[in-house]
């Protein structure tokens, strides 16, 4: 009769190949899917209570998407206040630029919005 320890070694190497050849499988069934870029849904809550956090939403999806990748951006809660022209021109946080020029080049680069 063989102990516990042997028993788990033995089966994790079990598993160690169980695991690579779904890896193997699962690579060679998602070619298709691996040429298609990352995505990316960024969600914002907070809105002009708290200029900086409500910007960077925007700023991600920005960056994320100049690299190529597939962005949405979900704003709820607080945040659905930022869409109104009154409110986005009044929200300067802090260290980064006036909202309404992240909310321009998010608008530019033709990032999704949800509200």
């Not at 779904?22 to 060679?28: D, E, L, P, R, V």
């Not at 809550?45 to 939403?57: D, H, I, K, Q, Y």
């Not at 925007?58 to 990748?69: H, S």
Request: aromatic share 6%; net charge positive.
């Amino acid at each position: 009769m063989s102990d516990r320890r042997s028993f788990l070694l033995s089966a994790g190497h079990v598993c160690a190949g169980a695991m690579a050849g779904t890896a193997i499988a699962g690579a060679q069934s998602s070619s298709a899917e691996s040429q298609s870029a990352p995505k990316f849904l960024l969600i914002g809550l907070c809105g002009s209570e708290n200029p900086t956090r409500a910007n960077f939403p925007l700023v991600w999806a920005t960056a994320l998407k100049q690299a190529g990748n597939d962005v949405r951006i979900e704003l709820a809660g607080d945040a659905t206040v930022l869409m109104r022209t009154a409110v986005s021109n009044s929200v300067t946080p802090v260290g980064w630029p006036p909202f309404r020029e992240a909310l321009a080049k998010v608008v530019e680069l033709k990032i999704p919005i949800y509200v």
